[in-house]
């Protein structure tokens, strides 16, 4: 048996004013389910240049990493992620009410509703994620 190769990969949790920016991923794995912005970590990178540079690519908006939020591991046919999650601070530019842009491998962008959250498709992992961080209720 083969071992998979372990990718790192960043997320970006943005939380305001009772919404939270979610992606919704345009390739797999996970492709069509919602997630924070985010993507594996490039060469020469910190974990904060990839949360900050995977953000602007995929929503166009600017923001700041201020500590990490947690992890998550998932596995894909061909590979296992480590994504390591922070809590971002937009610029002053950017809030729940500027209009978001998806771009790169993210096929739409959205603010939703933190109570809303849950009734979406989200990709693996990240419901527990969020129950585990407290954004949203524990599912039944």
Do not use: C
């Amino acid at each position: 048996m083969v071992a998979k190769p372990l990718i790192i990969a960043v997320g970006a949790v943005v939380a305001q004013d009772s919404k939270l920016l979610l992606v919704q991923r345009g390739k797999e794995p996970g492709a069509g389910t919602w997630a924070p912005p985010g993507g594996k970590v490039e060469p020469g990178e910190t974990l904060e240049q990839a949360v900050a540079r995977e953000l602007f690519e995929e929503t166009g908006l600017v923001g700041l990493p201020t500590s990490p939020a947690g992890w998550v591991e998932v596995e894909s046919s061909s590979a296992r992620y480590l994504i390591i999650d922070y809590f971002v601070n937009l610029d002053a530019a950017s809030s729940p009410f500027t209009s978001v842009i998806a771009g790169d491998d993210a096929s739409d962008a959205h603010w939703f509703e933190l109570s809303s959250v849950s009734a979406l498709p989200l990709a693996d992992g990240v419901a527990e994620f969020f129950e585990r961080i407290g954004l949203i209720s524990p599912t039944k």
